[in-house]
């Protein structure tokens, strides 16, 4: 055991002293840092002024379109006169005397020179026509991709053609808005009784806590394994093809040098681990979110990071030990990586509805269980008893049978040379008696 220790200490000093090592400590939060960034800057920053044309077929909503555009573009400006928006400016086209294609293919040449944005064409039976014969808007633009003045446009258009018919039924439309307006809902949560007999007070149940913080829990799980386990493939390779490897197999067993890889890829992923938690937690005191950390998901996020790096990294040691080569490991590695990452695929379907058959039955499922079982305990009420210990005694069984399959495929595949090992050799080398 004391080589076993000592192996794991030498990994984890040669990982957390590397450069790679630094690089992936910083570069991490700095990317994400990065993109909320400029999402948040762009966001605020869209004062690009939008001209668009309105083919008004009805004859009857583009004037309130246009009035609704003007009090759209002051409240996108502030009291300094800075612009805090987009500002869109509407021009209204006849298409009367012009064949329908005609008005569409002049509007379509003065988008693609640049002197509109885009161009809305309202069917004259949009007034009239409900239901499945409604009509649809008609947006043509050459920026498929800019939502802002498309939803506005919907927004607008719809409620121009809901006040026209209130009108026609003889009802104030802004009397009728008021009265129209959605009733505000608190999601709050259950009510218990005190021990001096009187029923609490039920707690507002804030966003964060109950979305956010699940799946930033999980995601950093997925990107702590994924940046420290397959990194494991590349020391086996590495040691094997300069042959370091026949060296350490000289005075220990190839389990015993896997297991002391693995400790020392724990190792490391757990300072990861502190650090980032400690970064969220700061995070998380700054946005004044530090009174909705769930204290007791911690044990349980260490707890399974330890069994994912053991199972994904055993995973990923086997089949540095089969392949003589960098090269040759990429094909082999893709199977692998899928396994890895198809839980990430499922998380917002297990995060709507955690309590569904789906969500149980693959949070049961072994290569899945440190991620999904790990979301659907951050989510109250969170799954029962049962179901966590039966999730634990799966991953727990299936990590052990897949390092020591792991520890059989390193065996024989440390000391081949020249060749690569493909899946049935794999398999035939963990049979072997």
Same mark, same amino acid.
């Given at each position: 055991?004391?080589? +076993? ?22 570069? +991490? ?24 044309? #309105?083919?008004?077929? $009805? ?70 026509? $409900? ?85 930033? $829990? ?28 026949? +060296? ?19 190792? +490391? ?5 502190? #650090? ?158």
């Amino acid at each position: 055991m004391s080589r +076993v220790i000592t192996i794991a200490v030498a990994e984890f000093e040669q990982a957390v002293r590397s450069r790679a090592f630094l690089l992936g400590l910083l570069a +991490v939060p700095l990317l994400m840092a990065l993109a909320f960034g400029i999402q948040a800057l762009t966001a605020r920053r869209d004062t690009s002024e939008r001209h668009f044309a #309105i083919v008004d077929r $009805t004859g009857a909503i583009a004037p309130q379109i246009v009035e609704a555009a003007r009090q759209h573009n002051a409240e996108q400006t502030s009291t300094t006169g800075r612009k805090t928006g987009p500002s869109f400016l509407p021009e209204i086209v006849s298409g009367e005397g012009q064949a329908p294609d005609a008005t569409r293919l002049a509007l379509s040449e003065r988008v693609r020179g640049g002197e509109l944005f885009a161009f809305v064409e309202i069917p004259a039976e949009v007034l009239t026509a $409900t239901g499945a014969d409604a009509p649809r808007l008609g947006y043509y633009t050459e920026y498929p991709t800019y939502q802002a003045l498309p939803e506005w446009v919907r927004q607008e258009v719809s409620r121009a053609v809901a006040d026209r018919r209130l009108s026609k039924l003889g009802a104030d439309p802004t009397e009728a808005r008021r009265l129209l307006e959605p009733v505000p809902m608190d999601r709050r949560s259950l009510v218990v009784r005190t021990t001096d007999g009187k029923v609490s007070e039920a707690e507002k149940v804030d966003a964060v806590r109950a979305f956010a913080m699940p799946a930033i $829990t999980m995601f950093m799980l997925f990107g702590l394994v994924m940046s420290s386990a397959p990194q494991l493939l590349n020391s086996v390779i590495e040691e094997k093809t300069s042959r370091i490897s026949e +060296v350490l197999l000289g005075s220990v067993s190839a389990f015993h040098l896997m297991l002391g890889k693995l400790l020392g890829s724990v190792g +490391v992923t757990l300072v990861l681990g502190l #650090i980032y938690i400690g970064g969220g937690l700061l995070a998380a005191a700054q946005a004044d979110y530090f009174g909705l950390i769930q204290w007791s998901l911690i044990p349980w996020f260490a707890l399974f990071l330890v069994i994912a790096v053991f199972l994904y990294g055993a995973m990923f040691i086997a089949i540095g030990a089969a392949c003589s080569e960098v090269k040759d490991a990429q094909g082999m590695m893709m199977p692998a990586l899928i396994l890895a990452m198809f839980p990430i695929f499922l998380w917002l379907q297990v995060a709507q509805n955690p309590d569904s058959a789906m969500s149980v039955g693959f949070s049961l499922f072994p290569f899945a269980t440190p991620y999904l079982m790990l979301l659907r305990i951050a989510i109250p009420p969170g799954p029962p008893a049962w179901q966590v210990a039966l999730s634990l005694i799966g991953a727990v069984a299936t990590t052990l049978a897949m390092v020591y399959a792991a520890g059989r495929v390193l065996r024989v595949g440390l000391l081949m040379q020249g060749k690569t090992a493909n899946y049935r050799d794999m398999l035939r080398w963990i049979t072997a008696k």
